[in-house]
């Protein structure tokens, strides 16, 4: 059984720019979620994705987007990226939230 | 709206002992509770769930307790070991979402 696996690592963008981060569920599982988590704060939720539907949402703008595939993969667009979006972007599967998520390593985005 | 909180912010502790680390919640109706943990820059693993019927889980060293009631859940380490260093993070679950607190931060020295 494969875990969550997100892609990339690490990136550098410049304040402006647009960034597609990818994640993989873990399998059997239906339900996707995404976190931001700022140096020294706890996770926050940004949007959650339930049969390539978005069925939940976090504070956070517009151009803060997602999709989810028919295979339940997922991406996170974030256009017009700020300073203040430096962050770790934490990625969740589940077969839905009453079994408990499995979060993957995350993405480290550093936006100069 | 759901918040979250967790006492101690840090912990320092030789190891060998029997810690506790507290979370509470306002808002009572949740599905259930996850409690992980985080090593620095990395992504969380999940230590125990905790179904909103149950009182309390374990897994090895660990056991944790839910009181949905009173919105509070303890998570007990028992003869605590250097490689437990890390930041614990508690989130309940709301309809569609995991909320978290800012965790504690766990050093356990030989």
């Known amino acids: 059984e494969t875990g969550v696996t997100q892609s990339p690592t690490h990136l550098i963008k410049t304040r402006g720019q647009q960034v597609t981060l990818r994640c993989s569920s873990q399998s059997g599982h239906n339900t996707v979620s995404w976190y931001q988590q700022a140096l020294g704060q706890g996770p926050q939720f940004i949007f959650q994705y339930y049969r390539e539907e978005e069925n939940g949402r976090g504070n956070f703008p517009p151009r803060f987007s997602g999709l989810q595939f028919p295979n339940y993969s997922s991406e996170l667009n974030v256009n017009a990226l700020e300073l203040d979006d430096s962050a770790l972007y934490l990625c969740?599967?589940?077969?839905?939230?009453?079994?408990?998520?499995?979060f993957g390593s995350g993405t480290r985005l550093t936006v100069v | 709206k759901q918040e979250v909180t967790q006492i101690p912010a840090a912990l320092s502790v030789p190891e060998g002992e029997n810690l506790v680390l507290n979370c509470s919640f306002t808002d009572s109706a949740i599905y259930n509770l996850q409690w992980f943990r985080q090593d620095p820059g990395k992504g969380l693993t999940s230590l125990l769930l905790?179904?909103?019927?149950?009182r309390e889980q374990t897994s090895g060293r660990l056991n944790a307790s839910l009181d949905k009631s009173s919105g509070r859940s303890t998570l007990y380490i028992a003869a605590s070991q250097p490689g437990d260093s890390a930041t614990y993070l508690c989130a309940p679950y709301n309809t569609d979402k995991l909320i978290f607190g800012t965790g504690t931060r766990l050093q356990v020295f030989p």
């Open positions: 969740a599967s589940s077969f839905s939230g009453d079994y408990g998520y499995t």
């Open positions: 905790i179904q909103s019927s149950q």
